[in-house]
C-alpha cells in the first residue's frame, strides 16, 4: 500500500508541473500575443498621432512666420519711410544751417561792389555822395528776395538776425565795422540775382542815381565760413 | 486514482493564478518542454496499455526530456542552428505515434472483450 502511495505521489507530482506548465504556456501565449499586437497597433497608432501633432503643429508655425513676414515687412516699410523722413529732415536741417550760417558754402553767385561815389562838386553836400546803410540794405534785400541763399558783406556773413546801422563814415553789421567800399556777395543764381539788381528802375538804377560806383561781378566760386559764435 | 488528477487540476490551477511574467524569447523554450511533456505522458499510457510501465522510466524521461528540449533549443539559439525544430519534430512524431499506438492498443482490447462477450452468450 505504501509503495502504491508513494508511486501515486510521485505520478501526481508529474501531473502538477504538467498542468502547470500547460496552464503557464497558455497564458504566456495568449498574454504575449494579444499584448504584441497590442503593443505594434498602439506604437503605429501613437507615431502616427504624433505625425498629426506635429503636422498641424508645422502649419501653425507656417502661419504664424507668415504674420511675422508681413509685420516685418511693414516694420521696414515704415523704416525706409522714416529713413526718407530722416534724409529730408536731414537735408532741411543742412538748408536751415545754411541759412543761419553755421556752416561752410560755397558756390557760383554774385558780388556787388558799393563805392562812394567822386565828389566833383565841392558844394555839395557830401553826404549824397557816401554809401548809406539803407543801400547796402537794399542791396542786401533785393539779393535776398530774388533768392540769394547766403549773403555777406565784406566777407562778414548774414544771418537770420544780423542788424546793420550807420554808424557815420562806417557801417557796422553784428557789431563789426566796416568802411566803404561794401562789397556784398551773393550765393544764388547769379543770372537771377543780376537780372533783378538790373531792373529797369531798380536798385542798381537807385544807387547810381545817388551817386553811389555801383560795380557788379559774376563769381564762379563764393566760399563763406560759419559765422563763428553766432 | 484520483489523485493524479487532483494534482493536475492543482497545477493548471497554479499556472493560471501564477503571474510570472518570462521575458518572450524564453516562451520558445517552454513551448518545447511542455511538447516534451506531452511526448513523455503519453509514452507513459501507451508503455502502461503495453504493460511495460515503469515509473522510474517514465519519471525520469518526463524531467529529462523536458530539460533536454529546452536546454536543445537554447543551445539552438546561441550556435546559430535551429535545433528546437528538431525537438518539435521528434517530439511531434513521436507524439502521434504514441496517440496512434494508444488508439489501437484500445481498438484491440475493445474487440477483444466484445469477442468475450459474444462468447460468453
Redesign the interface.
Known sequence: MGKIDG???????????????????????KD?RGV?EDKAWNEEYMLRQQLIEQEKQNRQFQKELLQKQEAVSKIEQDLAQEKQLFFKLAKDTEKFRMYLGKVKVKGKGLQVTLEDGTNSDPEANVNNYLVHEQHVFKVVNELYISGAEAVAINGQRLNHDSYIICNGPVITVDGHQHPAPFIISAIGDADVLGDSLDLPGGIKEQLVNENIIFTMEKKKNIIFDPIIGG | MWLPVFGLLIGIALGFLVDLDIPHEYSNYLSIAVLAAFDTLFGGIRAHLQNLYDEVVFVSGFFFNIVLAAGLAFLGVHLGVDLYLAAIFVFGVRLFQNIAMIRRILIEKWSISRKKQKKNQ
Open positions: 508511486r501515486r505521489v510521485l505520478l501526481s507530482f508529474v501531473c502538477v508541473v504538467l498542468g502547470f506548465m500547460i496552464a503557464f504556456s497558455y497564458n504566456l501565449t504575449n504584441r
